[in-house]
């Protein structure tokens, strides 16, 4: 079975600072890892993914993650935040093959809200 | 491409209604899946579709019905609604079925239950 560790509900950094969201993850075979952004009141986008190949990962907005395998971790990084970053973010593992009972859907971390300090 | 839709986008319920959230792509996409957010809980999985014809459930699927007679659409029923239920509904869908594929998430459904 899979899961994921998001530590720390809430962060709150100021603009311009660095911005690391952590996320580790357990499943028995090797993961594909997804990191969602939400804004207030909307659906789920897209910020990064990591299927296989370079385990350092660059997404939209300036974000990246890096995979690595020894720690199962696949921290969320940005060099300097920005007040549009506010928003809530979801670390997501899917298992690599198709197994059924839903093994191939998305697990979701408990997610992590993200303050800017002005 | 409209993506993911979603409707309606508010509701509200009195315990022991039934209803059906619409979910609808327009982007061929084999795969379809509903989740559920709950503070604190992150998004947990409902039911998930395949192909049209061909559902199975999540981790969190009593208390609701799916159905999947075309590609496109993938309504979720609620049969007797229940205050547990107060959520936020998302649709999502992916090409294929492997885990690598991006899922794309409707903007969602807000449920209150009374």
């Known amino acids: 079975a899979q899961s994921v560790t998001q530590l720390g509900s809430h962060v709150s950094v100021s603009e311009g600072a660095l911005v690391l969201l952590r996320c580790n993850y357990s499943?028995?075979?090797?993961?594909?890892l997804f990191w969602y952004v939400q804004y207030p009141n909307q659906g789920l986008q897209l910020l990064l993914k990591y299927t296989t190949g370079a385990t350092l990962v660059k997404g939209i907005n300036g974000f990246e993650a890096e995979f690595k395998k020894s720690e199962t971790s696949f921290h969320l990084t940005k060099p300097s935040a920005h007040m549009s970053d506010a928003a809530e973010y979801f670390c997501a593992v899917s298992e690599s093959m198709y197994s059924g009972g839903g093994a191939d859907g998305l697990t979701f971390g408990k997610g992590t809200h993200l303050i800017i300090q002005p | 491409n409209a993506g993911v839709t979603q409707t309606p986008k508010f509701q509200v319920l009195k315990t022991g209604q039934s209803m059906t959230l619409q979910c609808a792509q327009d982007?061929?996409?084999?795969?379809m899946s509903w989740y559920r957010q709950d503070p604190g809980m992150g998004l947990r999985l409902i039911h998930y579709?395949?192909?049209?014809?061909?559902?199975d459930q999540g981790e969190v699927p009593n208390g609701y019905n799916v159905s999947r007679s075309t590609t496109e659409d993938f309504p979720l029923r609620l049969l007797s609604a229940a205050p547990s239920q107060t959520s936020v509904y998302f649709c999502a869908s992916r090409f294929g079925h492997r885990g690598a594929e991006t899922q794309y998430f409707g903007p969602g459904t807000r449920l209150l239950v009374l």
């Open positions: 579709s395949v192909g049209a014809g061909i559902t």
């Open positions: 982007m061929n996409h084999e795969y």
């Open positions: 499943s028995s075979v090797p993961p594909y």
